[in-house]
Nanobody, 122 residues
Framework: QVQLVESGGGLAQPGGSLRLSCAAS????????IVWFRQAPGKEREGVSC????????YYADAVKGRFTISRDAAKNTVFLQMNSLKPEDTAVYYC???????????????WGRGTLVSVSS
């Protein structure tokens, strides 16, 4: 069964850190670009970061550049999103998705996880 499962969300204080995981089963992440999206209450889902397959390129939205880092662990078939210097505006449900190439177009995603909630508040 093909599945993406996010974990690692929770409550963090402003300035704090969280590390999200996106674990795949039923397929190998190495062959796919992995995109992290987020959706804040009342807002559209937006692309946050992407790790491409093959050349290892990574991409970040301007809002998270310099604070978030995407990485892969092939042995664990997992992609991580390290989030540092968190801000209240980072509060959202975070989703990972697999695609053939990095994109923010949701219609280009092949597999989706169900999301993990990140709340940033003092």
């Amino acid at each position: 069964q093909v599945q993406l499962v996010e974990s690692g969300g929770g409550l963090a204080q402003p300035g704090g850190s969280l590390r999200l995981s996106c674990a795949a089963s039923g397929f190998t992440l190495d062959y796919y670009a992995i995109v992290w999206f987020r959706q804040a209450p009342g807002k559209e889902r937006e692309g946050v970061s992407c790790s491409s397959s093959g050349d290892g390129s990574t991409y970040y939205a301007d809002a998270v550049k310099g604070r978030f880092t995407i990485s892969r662990d092939a042995a664990k078939n997992t992609v991580f999103l390290q989030m540092n210097s968190l801000k209240p505006e980072d509060t959202a449900v975070y989703y990972c998705a697999a695609a053939w190439r990095c994109a923010v177009d949701r219609s280009a995603m092949i597999y989706w996880g169900r999301g993990t909630l990140v709340s940033v508040s003092s």
